[in-house]
């Protein structure tokens, strides 16, 4: 069924429609799933306080991506492999997002190249992810084809080095290079992401006016080191659990690095188990300037298309306004840590 109201009804009419191997390969994370499970469990653990006659008249969620004014603090996480879940792939989902005015990002995974993304969607706002896959040069001139198309930021993936041990994926025997189509050319040599170290972003900042954003960031650490060699974002993700079974959520990762990061000005993206609109109230009150959404956006791909993927974020929109209306936030300026009951949290983690 292509209708759907809700996102969880979504995901049961994308499990009815996609072979099961397919299903597991999206579900999958690193080894046994530990590590997704405690993203969505995490969150579960919040408790957002209430505020009564606050008024919050219509809320107002607006604010500046770098330049580029938005109106909802929502993006689109990037995702390779979509065209086995619609025959245009990112295309089609970029088409979605965009009818939703929702900033997308796609990369150097994408099955569909950037040009290809672009020449169908002339005025979306995207940015591009490049995995560090190849030599210098290669990684430089990403960056220049990305500013060709007038992406809004480079995205760095850093946590995603090597192909992780995904259970569900090995015992399905499925492979996901196998299954669509592709325009965007393979990534010349993953190994040479072994050997980058902290100086890559030094070089790369110094490189291009376009900002400079940091993906897989978890620790406070690597937020300073980030912030030292010239980024101007970090990305706090464990790329949605697929590729350490660290056991850290991006909760926890979000409130330890906020704790140390006060008083810089770096914009703050945030992802993983993003499933309806309170789960955004805990993540923008924990610190985030913006959250991302991964996988139900391929739900909403695979079960309809642009159509899909757009409605996806209009139940966000409409699920978050009425959370903001019923709990008291008026704006982006009333999501504060003084809104939240961690205590449950942190038993889990002992901060
Ligand atoms: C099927 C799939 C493919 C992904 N591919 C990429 C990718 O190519 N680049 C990247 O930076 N992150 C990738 N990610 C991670 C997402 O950008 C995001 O961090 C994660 O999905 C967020 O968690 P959620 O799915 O629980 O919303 C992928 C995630 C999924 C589920």
């Not at 946590?159 to 196998?178: I, M, P």
């Not at 008083?263 to 993540?283: M, P, Q």
């Amino acid at each position: 069924m292509k209708n759907f109201a809700t996102i969880r009804q979504c995901k049961v009419n994308f499990k009815k429609k996609i072979n099961y191997k397919t299903y597991n390969w999206i579900a999958a994370a690193a080894e046994d799933g530990f590590t997704s499970e405690i993203n969505s469990e995490a969150l579960k653990q919040i408790i957002i306080k209430p505020q009564l006659l606050s008024k919050t008249g219509y809320p107002d969620c607006s604010s500046n991506f770098f330049k580029t004014k938005i109106k909802f603090p929502v993006l689109l996480a990037p995702m390779g492999h979509q065209t086995q879940f619609h025959r245009n792939g990112e295309i089609e989902t970029c088409r979605g997002a965009f009818k939703s005015d929702i900033i997308s990002s796609f990369g150097t995974q994408s099955r569909m190249s950037l040009d290809d993304i672009r020449k169908s969607n002339k005025n979306a706002k995207l940015t591009w992810t490049i995995f560090p896959f190849g030599d210098l040069k290669w990684i430089k001139n990403q960056i220049k084809n990305a500013e060709k198309n007038n992406a809004l930021a480079i995205v760095l993936c850093l946590d995603a080095n090597v192909r992780s041990c995904r259970y569900k994926d090995l015992e399905s025997f499925y492979d996901a290079r196998k299954i669509g189509k592709r325009t965007n050319p393979i990534s010349p040599n993953p190994e040479k992401s072994y050997f980058y170290d902290w100086s890559l972003i030094k070089k790369l900042s110094k490189f291009t006016k376009l900002p400079i954003i940091l993906k897989g960031i978890l620790t406070s650490e690597d937020a300073i080191r980030a912030i030292e060699n010239g980024a101007k974002g970090i990305w706090i993700s464990n790329h949605g659990g697929r590729m350490f079974n660290s056991g850290l959520s991006t909760s926890h990762a979000l409130f330890s690095i906020n704790k140390k990061l006060k008083n810089h000005r770096i914009i703050k993206i945030v992802d993983g188990g993003i499933e309806k609109g309170s789960d955004i109230i805990k993540y923008l009150c924990l610190g985030a300037d913006f959250v991302a959404i991964g996988r139900p956006a391929i739900y909403g791909l695979a079960v309809n298309g642009n159509l899909g993927v757009s409605r996806i974020f209009e139940i966000l929109k409409k699920e978050l306004r009425t959370s903001m209306i019923n709990g008291g936030f008026k704006n982006l300026k009333s999501f504060n840590q003084n809104r939240l009951i961690l205590n449950k949290f942190k038993n889990i983690y002992g901060i």
